[in-house]
C-alpha cells in the first residue's frame, strides 16, 4: 500500500542551527501538507502546499519556517534557526484532492530534538 | 481559534467491551475524520465522514457525524488489544484543507 515516507526519524540539533526534514508523498498526490505534535499534545497544522505555492499557514508558521519541493518527489519543512521550542513531532501528509473530500494520509513523522 | 473537545481524555477497559468517545466543537465543520496514532507513528484514518447525519462503520468501528455539525462520536464494540493507542477526531471547515484536531483519547484495553 502507497505511503508517506519521512526521513529523518529522529533529529537531534543544536539551537539556533537549521534543520530540513524530508517527506516523499504518496506518489500521485497533489496537496502536501505539514503538521507538528509538541510531546502529549494534539497535532496542529503548520502549512498546506499545492500547485508549487502554499495555499494556508498557521500562526505557527512564522518566517523562521519555509517549504518546498525541489524535484517530483520530495517535499521538504525548512526550519531556518531552531529554537527549544521547536520540539516536537512533525508530520507530513499528503492527499490526491483538494478541499471536497479530502481524506489526508500521514508520515511516521520526524522527532525534532532542539538542544 | 477553533479548538475540538474530546471525550473521556482516557479509558481504561477490559478486552471484549464496548468503547465510545466523542468530539465537540463551538464551530461548524463539513468533514469529521477519526484517527489512531500508536506511540511513535503518525495519525492513520479510520473513518471519514462528510455529511450530518452520516453514520458510517469500518468494521468493528462506527461513527457518527452530528447532525449541527458541532459534534462526533466513535464507537468500538468488543474492544481488542491492538485497539490501544490514542484516538483523535479531526474537523474540516468549509473551503479548507486545514485539519483541526481533537485533544485525544487515550485507550488502554487489558486482557
Known amino acids: 500500500e502507497p505511503e508517506v515516507t519521512q526521513t529523518p526519524s529522529h533529529q537531534v540539533t543544536q539551537m539556533g542551527q537549521e534543520v530540513i526534514l524530508r517527506c516523499v508523498p504518496i506518489s500521485n498526490h497533489l496537496y502536501f501538507y505539514w503538521y507538528r505534535q509538541i510531546l502529549g499534545q494534539k497535532v496542529e497544522f503548520l502549512v498546506s502546499?499545492?500547485?508549487?505555492?502554499?495555499?494556508?499557514k498557521s500562526e505557527i508558521f512564522d518566517d523562521q519556517f519555509s517549504v518546498e519541493r525541489p524535484d517530483g518527489s520530495n517535499f521538504t519543512l525548512k526550519i531556518r534557526s531552531t529554537k527549544l521550542e521547536d520540539s516536537a513531532m512533525y508530520f507530513c501528509?499528503?492527499?490526491?484532492?483538494?478541499?471536497?473530500?479530502?481524506?489526508?494520509?500521514f508520515g511516521a513523522g520526524t522527532r525534532l530534538s532542539v538542544l | 481559534g477553533q479548538q475540538l473537545n474530546q471525550s473521556p481524555q482516557s479509558m481504561f477497559i477490559q478486552e471484549g467491551e464496548d468503547v465510545s468517545m466523542n468530539c465537540t466543537s463551538s464551530?461548524?465543520?463539513?468533514?469529521w475524520l477519526w484517527y489512531k496514532q500508536d506511540p511513535g507513528e503518525g495519525p492513520v484514518l479510520l473513518i471519514a465522514l462528510y455529511k450530518a447525519g452520516e453514520l458510517t462503520s469500518n468494521g468493528r468501528l462506527t461513527a457518527q457525524f452530528g447532525i449541527t455539525r458541532k459534534d462526533s462520536f466513535l464507537n468500538i464494540s468488543a474492544s481488542i488489544p491492538s485497539d490501544v493507542g490514542i484516538y483523535f477526531c479531526a474537523g474540516r471547515s468549509y473551503n479548507t484543507d486545514k485539519l483541526i484536531f481533537g485533544t485525544g483519547t487515550r485507550l488502554q484495553v487489558f486482557p
Open positions: 502546499f499545492y500547485n508549487n505555492e502554499i495555499s494556508e
Open positions: 464551530s461548524i465543520f463539513n468533514t
Open positions: 501528509a499528503s492527499s490526491d484532492r483538494g478541499p471536497a473530500k479530502n481524506i489526508q494520509y
